[in-house]
């Protein structure tokens, strides 16, 4: 299985253009994420959404927006893309893993950088 | 979620056992102890997560304090691909309305050769 896809895995961006950081996943998980993760810091929520058809917004959603169409995708949009923007941003789907807890799996991450 | 609290930092020989530490004094009661790794310009992989017994797996080892306010990560023994930066997440998995994996800074292992 590929598990959870996201492309591309590199990007530069000028201010003020936009872009979609797709993700995919294979593993017909319910729940998916978008974090972002900045130089030295953990990771951020930016985005989750528990189902098709269904987001919400995590700590940091300014900026972003997301939909949810189908179980397999979850793209990320950026409009007016912003310095601030800078950072590595991940991809996750969850399921049960056992005990009645839950885990993530996550992609490789795709490394923007606006300038 | 409750708050961890980490090692900045750590260092190990290979081959040598390793046992990272994470306190957690405000668990409650509901809150499962996740363990996440992320090697270098990769994304977080799951390694362990555990209730209130220890837990072993094909990864690693975690031994959870009887009071729970403490657990610890066991790498048995630890190689260079072993180095990464490991996080000790708290996440109540009963509230089906808690999506969020907080992830602080977590422990950076280096692995000496």
């Known amino acids: 299985n590929a598990g959870v896809t996201q492309t591309p895995k590199f990007r530069i961006l000028k201010i003020g253009q936009s872009m979609t950081l797709q993700c995919a996943q294979d593993m017909n998980h319910n729940y998916m994420y978008w974090y972002r993760q900045d130089p030295g810091m953990g990771l951020k929520l930016i985005y989750y959404s528990v189902g098709a058809g269904i987001t919400d917004k995590g700590e940091v959603p300014n900026g972003y927006n997301v939909s949810r169409s189908t179980t397999e995708d979850f793209p990320l949009r950026l409009e007016l893309a912003a310095p601030s923007q800078t950072s590595v941003y991940f991809c996750?789907?969850?399921?049960?893993?056992?005990?009645?807890?839950?885990?993530?799996?996550f992609g490789q991450g795709t490394r923007l950088t606006v300038v | 979620d409750a708050k961890t609290t980490q090692p900045n930092s750590m260092e190990s020989n290979e081959e040598e056992p390793v046992h990272l530490p994470c306190n957690h004094s405000t668990i409650s009661g509901t809150d499962y102890i996740h363990w996440y790794r992320q090697l270098p310009s990769q994304g977080p992989e799951y390694v362990i997560h555990?209730?209130?017994s220890n837990v072993n797996n094909r990864m690693a080892s975690l031994a959870i304090a009887e009071d729970r306010k403490s657990s610890t990560l066991i790498l048995h023994r630890a190689t260079l691909r072993d180095a990464a930066v490991y996080y000790c997440?708290?996440?109540?998995?009963?509230?089906?309305?808690?999506?969020?994996?907080?992830f602080g800074t977590g422990t950076r292992l280096t692995i000496i050769p």
């Open positions: 996750a789907s969850s399921a049960f893993i056992g005990g009645g807890a839950r885990g993530a799996f």
């Open positions: 555990g209730l209130t």
């Open positions: 997440i708290l996440r109540d998995d009963f509230n089906f309305g808690n999506e969020k994996l907080t």
